[in-house]
């Protein structure tokens, strides 16, 4: 079951269950959010000022290769690996998807230590802002369906 969420003039559809939890001081031009289903499943949709990241990112893909690059840098990260990187369209824009999984280091982190992510990054001239959508779940979860609800954000959501 899923059903819809919608504020400062973006939105998507996300399971139904999920403990929402908005980041300090987000605003229209830049903030996030995080949706968990336990420790099962977590989305996070992060946004910012499209104008502002452009010098660097000239366009999705070298923004999410630099996502990942930061995210290698981790200190908690043991290992990356990149399953698959494609375009897509979502709301009319081209967007880069990328599929990894990632290890911690960390036993402490032992429930969310295999954890494989799908994410999008998705340019909105329109709005002016930048969209960062990511659906993670444990590898070995029976439970968590993180490729369904990622599918789901991907098909519904909409920028401007
Ligand atoms: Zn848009």
Redesign the pocket.
């Known amino acids: 079951m899923f059903e819809a969420f919608r504020v400062y003039g ?1 939105g998507f559809e996300y399971p139904k269950g999920c403990v929402i939890s908005f980041g300090k001081k987000s605003l229209r031009r830049r903030g996030y959010i995080v949706m968990e289903l336990a420790e099962e499943l977590r989305i996070t949709v992060s946004w910012g000022d499209l104008e502002s990241k452009l010098p660097q990112h000239a366009n999705t893909e070298v923004h999410a290769k630099h996502s990942l690059s930061r995210l290698n840098k981790a200190s908690d990260l043991k290992e990356l690996s990149l399953v698959d990187t494609s375009t897509v369209l ?4 081209q967007a880069t998807l990328t599929h990894f999984r990632v290890r911690s280091a960390y036993p402490i982190l032992a429930k969310s230590r295999n954890r494989e992510t799908r994410s999008l990054h ?6 002016n ?1 930048f ?1 960062i959508l990511e659906a993670s779940s444990r590898v070995d979860s029976a439970s968590a369906d993180g490729a369904s609800a990622f599918r789901r954000l991907q098909e519904t959501f ?3």
């Open positions: 973006f979502v709301n009319g824009h998705i340019h909105c001239a329109e709005s802002r969209f909409v920028c401007h």
